[in-house]
């Protein structure tokens, strides 16, 4: 059984082109090739299908790429099991996050589990709430940040309750409201956002019935706060996206309230590698007594 030809297999498929695997790898391109062509070849199924626009599975290398991730995660967990044994010395955690939790809090989470594990390695994937839910269920993640409760049956605890509010530039006459009515939304232009919290966005404009006048679509949170200063109109947002800016904007909250609740998620906490369950244990705690910063309210 050779790991990094597992190993190499499916980050392939996850980087799309062998170029960039191989990167990602420290190999060659070649070597790269060589190991996907031997474990071709050992196991005498074609896995995927090269092209100039990078790899794809075959149907054979899609029905065996979850037992592969499994092979590989069940291989990760019994050697930090055994770091474990000699001191949780070394190992790797790997993270599905959204921009707002890798900037108000992955850095202090990471930074109180460094303390006491600075063998541990961090690999972090930034997605939707979509995706890292679905990196949960396949592997490729261990432990990732998500709305809560989750969508699919995976073991999750209830982290923070982050306020979703309207904001204007900061000459807007809107933005001296205490309370922004939602069913004003389809009467200004509006930029949409896709990050981690568009779910919890749109599920509040369907209950409210509101369908905006949206004039952009950005997935960059700068971007959009950017382009409300300068006054080409309003957005949705959470209050934890807007931490620690200083741009000439407002934030005002919605009339009727919004929220997104924000969860932490695994599989399983019994599956979880020594690691990945100190981590996991190390965020819910850290999250507990965070406090909201001073924002530009």
Not at 185 to 190: D, F, G, T, V
Not at 229 to 256: D, H, N, W, Y
Request: one cysteine or more; charged letters at 25%; proline letters at 5%.
């Amino acid at each position: 059984m050779n790991f990094g030809q597992y190993e190499a297999f499916v980050k392939a498929v996850e980087a799309g082109t062998m170029t960039q695997a191989a990167e990602e790898l420290g190999y060659s391109q070649s070597g790269l090739t060589r190991a996907l062509s031997s474990l071709e070849e050992e196991w005498g199924v074609r896995l995927l299908m090269r092209g100039r626009n990078g790899v794809q599975l075959t149907p054979e290398g899609e029905r065996l790429l979850p037992d592969i991730r499994t092979v590989l995660h069940d291989q990760r967990r019994l050697a930090e099991h055994i770091d474990e044994i000699n001191g949780l010395r070394d190992g790797l955690i790997r993270v599905g996050t959204f921009n707002s939790v890798s900037a108000q809090w992955l850095p202090g989470i990471i930074k109180e589990f460094h303390d006491k594990h600075p063998g541990i390695r961090f690999e972090l994937l930034h997605g939707t709430d979509a995706q890292i839910v679905s990196w949960i269920s396949d592997g490729r993640v261990d432990v990732g940040f998500v709305a809560y409760p989750t969508k699919q049956e995976l073991e999750a605890d209830f982290l923070y309750r982050d306020p979703i509010v309207s904001i204007f530039a900061e000459d807007d006459p809107l933005a001296s409201l205490p309370k922004f009515p939602i069913t004003m939304l389809p009467e200004l232009p509006y930029i949409a956002l896709n990050e981690g919290v568009e779910d919890e966005i749109t599920a509040i404009l369907n209950q409210n019935r509101i369908e905006p006048d949206a004039r952009f679509m950005e997935s960059d949170d700068h971007a959009v706060i950017a382009m409300v200063e300068q006054g080409l109109g309003t957005s949705l947002m959470s209050m934890m996206m807007l931490e620690g800016f200083s741009r000439k904007i407002k934030a005002v909250p919605l009339e009727p309230p919004g929220y997104r609740d924000l969860g932490i998620a695994c599989r399983s906490r019994q599956l979880l590698s020594s690691a990945a369950e100190a981590f996991y244990a190390c965020a819910c705690k850290w999250v507990s007594g965070y406090k909201k910063l001073a924002f530009f309210l």
